[in-house]
């Protein structure tokens, strides 16, 4: 018998909620009503571009995949740069797959100054953050690494975004983990 792909049953099982997270976290036409915290239950406000990036990258960091979903748009999608690192482009659905893989190889990640950046570009709907993560890997070595987080928000929700992180780095984490 082959074992489960748990991939595919992350698929198959939240498929509806996530659904059911984006449609609850739909907002009328010319609306930019989101929550600022990483928490979708949190009273609505204005979201400016960068307070909408900096949620979601808490909410991708500690792997809460609802809130995620939440300030995700429809078309998101993801690129995780140099492009010799050789990540594919990754939508939404793949994106969140993804957060679940990671949440796999690290026993806890966070991004340490996502509110108080190193470095930070706004320009209308884009905004670049120069941030520093720390964390562990799941069998307890200690992890740290810098990203540059290039990202296009549009009413309330996060459109893209392009990180460039260490290259050596990622790679053996990624070997250490196969």
């Not at 992350?10 to 009503?33: D, K, Y």
């Not at 809460?64 to 990540?87: I, N, Q, Y």
């Not at 994106?95 to 190193?118: D, M, Q, S, T």
């Amino acid at each position: 018998m082959a074992e489960p792909n748990p991939l595919e049953f992350l698929i198959e099982t939240n498929e509806m909620f996530i659904e059911a997270v984006a449609a609850s976290s739909e907002t009328t036409e010319g609306s930019s009503r989101l929550p600022v915290s990483s928490s979708p239950a949190s009273t609505p406000i204005e979201a400016t571009p960068l307070e909408t990036i900096q949620a979601f990258v808490e909410a991708t960091a500690s792997g809460d995949l609802e809130s995620m979903a939440v300030f995700m748009a429809d078309d998101f999608t993801s690129h995780v740069l140099p492009a010799a690192l050789g990540f594919p482009v990754k939508n939404k659905q793949e994106y969140l797959l993804h957060a679940v893989e990671l949440g796999r190889i690290f026993a806890w990640l966070k991004v340490v100054n996502v509110r108080n950046p190193l470095d930070v570009v706004q320009a209308g709907d884009t905004v670049v953050l120069h941030v520093v993560g720390e964390g562990a890997l799941a069998d307890g070595t200690p992890y740290s690494d810098e990203y540059v987080i290039i990202s296009r928000c549009e009413g309330g929700r996060v459109c893209s975004i392009k990180e460039f992180m260490d290259s050596e780095k990622i790679r053996s984490v990624l070997q250490a983990a196969v």
